[in-house]
């Protein structure tokens, strides 16, 4: 499965958007941001993903880990937000 990649110029909407489209197909969404503006945008970007999909019904938790992600030969740490039905 594809995650999510947030960056800190992200739509909150279209991430938003994206995140609700890919959890009514898979049940299961995984979000994943590096940075304090990024954490913030995929933040709001969940929220909003919450309320599109309780109109539809589901009820949602977000759960978040840290992870070593590797960029241009550097491990950075990133935090992943696995998205699940409740």
């Known amino acids: 499965m594809d995650i999510i990649k947030?960056?800190?110029r992200s739509r909150t909407s279209?991430?938003?958007g994206a995140i609700a489209g890919v959890?009514?197909?898979n049940?299961?969404?995984e979000v994943q941001a590096i940075g304090?503006?990024?954490?913030n945008q995929a933040v709001k970007a969940m929220a909003l993903a919450k309320s599109?999909?309780?109109e539809d019904?589901?009820?949602v938790v977000f759960i978040p880990e840290f992870v070593d992600v590797e960029i241009d030969e550097k491990v950075r740490t990133a935090i992943k937000?696995?998205?699940e039905a409740r």
């Open 6 to 8: 947030v960056s800190g």
């Open 14 to 16: 279209a991430v938003a």
């Open 23 to 25: 959890f009514r197909e």
């Open 27 to 29: 049940k299961h969404v």
């Open 36 to 39: 304090a503006s990024a954490i």
């Open 52 to 54: 599109y999909l309780a």
């Open 57 to 59: 019904g589901y009820t």
């Open 81 to 83: 937000f696995t998205i």
